[in-house]
């Protein structure tokens, strides 16, 4: 037997390494934003995040770190907004809740896909939560315990399209601060957000929100690997080389980079 042949370490297989499949697929999808089919399965570009392009706000115009505060005030709030997210094997959910004189007045929670990431909903949350802000005059604080999302608001370089719509949001009404909170625990208002976050897995609506494409090149890759794999048992030749490597892997085999 031939190991190049038909082996999943070998130049010959049938299947295109994962690695050429996997880029050919992105591009499309992810550039271009078009449809991309593999075998039996097709992705499109509306179930995954697009990257924005070109310049958002011009630096002289991004001026939003007078409303963005990383010194939270630890003493306990008889208001404001407080978001949270929450994530496990199965589903994530998002969600926030308003609190006034100590107690909650209006709330907001939503199921999302287990493929999407703890910072889509966190940015989310916080989305929602500004929207419901920008139409009151007075001024509101949002308190968030996601760091990585006030980072990202304050890049003004970020492509990510959420993220831009909030910049846009926070730029045009300056009465919206927000504010990040180290630990929610022992604060009603983030406590609040984090059970409604907890609670939107199991109980909240479906919400749609694209794919990252972290992920489409997971699904991608797990096509490709399958369809190698199937390949890889069924074929004709390289049958002394299964019985020894039954399983074929993206690690590097034989001389192949890792995918």
């Not at 995040?49 to 939270?72: A, T, V």
């Not at 957000?193 to 972290?214: M, N």
Request: net charge positive; glycine share 6%.
């Amino acid at each position: 037997d031939n190991p190049n042949r038909c082996s999943p370490s070998g130049h010959r297989s049938s299947t295109p390494p994962p690695t050429n499949q996997t880029r050919s697929n992105l591009y499309r999808v992810a550039r271009a934003r078009s449809s991309s089919s593999f075998f039996t399965l097709i992705f499109s570009p509306t179930d995954y995040e697009s990257k924005s392009r070109g310049i958002h706000i011009y630096p002289h115009n991004f001026l939003l770190h007078n409303q963005i505060s990383f010194s939270g005030n630890q003493r306990l709030r008889s208001q404001g907004y407080n978001t949270d997210g929450s994530k496990t094997d199965e589903d994530t959910g998002s969600a926030y809740c308003i609190i006034e004189n100590y107690g909650i007045i209006a709330s907001w929670q939503e199921k999302i896909d287990h493929s999407n990431t703890v910072f889509q909903d966190e940015i989310l949350a916080i989305k929602m939560a500004i929207e419901v802000a920008s139409s009151l005059p007075r001024p509101i604080k949002i308190w968030t315990d996601s760091l990585s999302s006030l980072m990202a608001i304050l890049n003004p370089k970020s492509h990510h399209s959420m993220v831009r719509e909030i910049q846009t949001i926070l730029l045009s009404h300056k009465h919206i601060h927000l504010r990040w909170l180290k630990t929610h625990v022992g604060y009603l208002g983030n406590e609040c957000a984090d059970q409604l976050a907890k609670e939107a897995i199991t109980k909240g609506d479906p919400f749609f929100l694209p794919k990252p494409l972290s992920y489409l090149k997971s699904e991608i890759r797990s096509a490709t690997l399958s369809t190698w794999q199937d390949n890889w048992d069924n074929g004709e030749t390289g049958r002394s080389t299964h019985d020894i490597v039954p399983r074929i892997s993206n690690k590097s085999v034989g001389g192949i980079e890792k995918s």
